[in-house]
């Protein structure tokens, strides 16, 4: 049983994932990434890394989603993307996400259920992947941090507007 539950999981996540990196829409890329990463957190569950998966929710699903969709609201202003969000209200937008949005709660249904994680693997403490990430993952922690702020730096300034500037030098 749990190792269906892993397959329909990593199923919904790359397909979820596949959708993500497909979409022409910011938005919509952005439901179907924050589907990706929730399915992540549900497998990380099943392999009995608790402690991950709620990281996984908490830090990606949640904090990670909120900064893109300022990085998001900043990008799009004017009138234009008032016409945009009226026609994202579409009910048939809403559809892909929401069904898979809809395996995961069933999932976690019947794991909540059956009463824990598969049968295979271990709990991993707070405390282990603490010790594992200032350990010897610091570095790929430190680089992470570091591209996550390049990003937010080159969204300010794609997100700021334009001065223009005269021949002299000065503003105009």
């Given at each position: 049983?749990?190792?269906?539950?892993?397959?329909?999981?990593?199923?919904?996540?790359?397909?979820?994932?596949?959708?993500?990196?497909?979409?022409?829409?910011?938005?919509?890329?952005?439901?179907?990434?924050?589907?990706?990463?929730?399915?992540v957190g549900v497998l990380f569950f099943l392999l009995?890394?608790?402690?991950?998966?709620?990281?996984?929710?908490?830090?990606?699903?949640?904090?990670?989603?909120?900064?893109?969709?300022?990085?998001?609201?900043?990008?799009?202003?004017?009138?234009?993307?008032l016409e945009q969000e009226r026609a994202w209200l579409?009910?048939?937008?809403?559809?892909?996400?929401?069904?898979?949005?809809?395996?995961?709660?069933?999932?976690?249904?019947?794991?909540?259920?059956?009463?824990?994680?598969?049968?295979?693997?271990?709990?991993?403490?707070?405390?282990?992947?603490?010790?594992?990430l200032y350990g010897p993952y610091l570095l790929a922690?430190?680089?992470?941090?570091?591209?996550?702020?390049?990003?937010?730096?080159?969204?300010?300034?794609?997100?700021?507007?334009?001065?223009?500037?005269?021949?002299?030098?000065?503003?105009?």
């Amino acid at each position: 049983m749990a190792l269906t539950l892993f397959y329909i999981t990593s199923a919904v996540a790359v397909f979820a994932t596949v959708m993500m990196i497909t979409r022409l829409n910011a938005v919509h890329g952005l439901l179907y990434l924050i589907l990706s990463l929730l399915a992540v957190g549900v497998l990380f569950f099943l392999l009995g890394a608790y402690f991950a998966a709620v990281l996984e929710v908490i830090i990606y699903a949640g904090a990670i989603m909120v900064l893109f969709v300022f990085v998001i609201m900043m990008l799009n202003q004017g009138q234009k993307t008032l016409e945009q969000e009226r026609a994202w209200l579409q009910p048939g937008i809403w559809i892909g996400p929401s069904l898979l949005a809809l395996i995961l709660f069933v999932e976690m249904l019947v794991i909540v259920v059956s009463g824990g994680s598969a049968e295979t693997g271990y709990a991993v403490s707070a405390k282990q992947v603490g010790v594992a990430l200032y350990g010897p993952y610091l570095l790929a922690v430190e680089l992470a941090s570091m591209l996550l702020l390049a990003g937010l730096v080159g969204a300010y300034h794609l997100g700021k507007p334009m001065i223009k500037m005269t021949r002299a030098g000065g503003k105009s």
